[in-house]
């Protein structure tokens, strides 16, 4: 029995503190007012009338209190508090309503895991069976013209002067690495940006076009990756020469879905924009292959449903009514 009689007050420290808990969450929801006939006004989630008394729980003290009923403006309280339900109702319709149009607007490439509203270039992974998107940000390359070399040719035979120049990323490795080797790639730039360098001069057409869009095999040198080789010959001529690699394109609302042909073996790539006379834009979405590589940080995954008290994802079962 001693046993027992020392048990109560913990346990009636424990109701009281789940009591507790719950008012305070109860009186964070949705407060109404009531409004004195001096034109000030008590803050509260509900109220009873009790003879010439209105007892109401003050969602600022979290705690009952009463006050004379004829000190309350009871017209002007029923008019603050239904107006205030009325706005707060159209505000969640108009939130409803914007939030089924992002979901209609944004492609859903798995279950769960939706392209977003703002644009931008994602890769479609898989890691340990798991949907993912990542995504590329755009990699400045840099136009290497070997000048050293180039240099003492044309002191030696300078009407022989033809020069190779070469496209490179900084680093070994892209920052994302697909665990894949046939990734989907989604695109959708703004394609009125003018703020290029000469060589990445933008196409005058501003639609997301499927051909727009390419990946390149980028070739590792030590710490840089060539994207591709510029040869220029001494009367002016340029051609261009890059390792392309078979795709499909084709649109998704806003987007442009691109993907390899045939699975891609492990090795570095770009995706790269065509522009007028067949030049590539110098900024490139350099992405690796490498199944063995660990998990992409910045990986999207697909959002899961919330859980019922089932621990299911159906809708909960009913429970009896308390007595």
Known sequence: MARTIKCIPFL???????????????AQQNPKRLIMKDGTYQTATQWEIKSDRV????AERYDWEELP???VDWPATDKY???????????????????EADEREAPLVAPGLRLPNTGGVFLFDQFNNQPQLVELIQNGSELNKHMGRNILRSAIN????????TIELKGEHARVQSHVGQ???YLNIDTTDNSQPQFTQKASDKDQQPNRYGIVRVEQK???????????AMYGKVSQKESWIPVTASPLGDWVRLT??????????AVVELLEKKQINLFVWDFGVNPAAPQNPSAWVPKQPDKSNTGTNQSPVLEKRPK
Do not use: F, H
Request: hydrophobic letters at 35%; charged letters at 25%.
């Open 12 to 26: 009636a420290a424990a109701i009281m503190t789940v009591g507790l808990a719950c008012a305070s969450v109860w």
């Open 55 to 58: 007892r109401y729980y003050s």
């Open 69 to 71: 009923k004829d000190v």
């Open 81 to 99: 508090n239904k107006e205030r339900q009325g706005s707060r109702d159209e505000t969640i319709k108009e939130i409803a309503k914007e939030d």
């Open 158 to 165: 300078p009407l022989a002067l033809s020069s190779t120049q």
């Open 183 to 185: 990734p989907a790639i």
């Open 222 to 232: 030590k710490d840089v990756r060539i994207v591709g080789k510029l040869n220029v």
């Open 260 to 269: 390899p042909s045939q699975p891609l073996p492990p090795g570095e790539y």
